[in-house]
């Protein structure tokens, strides 16, 4: 019996990513985990939908029915396992608007990176949707990266397409039990999860972004031998 189910696999590599989901005014902080919205973002960014356009507004619908399983998966140096780091980049930006009306020369902000992080990401979805997304993200229409247009993916985002969630599991742990690794997964009621991110993106549009909440479940991984 054949299904319209479908798994994107996606892997999240560089030596910088910053995943906003809590950022106000002059800072701008990353979670440990990548954000639904983020990606949701490059998916937007490779098919080269406008922000704020018709086009974003309904693949953003329907992008918001697809769960999303996000996995750390720890970088290693002559097996050797890095930790992970927040980064804090002083920054200044020229021109900005204050609350009168006026333009300040230039605002201090504070903005933050992760150092040596690398994520896998499970999309699960119509097949028709991810189908549309993987063959953009193979040749995208604009630059896809990692949270911010500083942070630009080492390794190909696109890690390919199946109809099964253990084959999509082997292209990013290979045969490592999924229980090894610290992740995220979106429940399908809110007594499954434990918190609720808003980070599920309604729009883009500059002067009119807007986010609906995402209930999840984070899960430590075992300690690995």
Known sequence: MSSDKSFLTLRLEGPLQSWGFDSQYNRRNTGLMLTKSAVAGMCCAALGFPRGSDKEQVFLASFGKVRMLAIAIPRQVKKKE???????????VQNTKKADGGIKDCHITYRQYLTDASFGVILEGTVTLLKQIADKLENPVWGIWLGRKTCIPTAPVFAGLTDNRDDALKLLIGEKPLK???????????????????????????????????RVRTLHGAERL
């Open 82 to 92: 890095l930790s992970v780091r927040r980064l804090q980049d002083y920054h200044t």
């Open 180 to 214: 090894l690794f610290a992740r995220q997964e979106e429940v399908e009621n809110f007594a499954e999860g434990i918190d609720s991110l808003p980070d599920t993106p309604i729009s883009f549009a500059t002067d009119n972004r807007s986010f609906s909440p995402r």
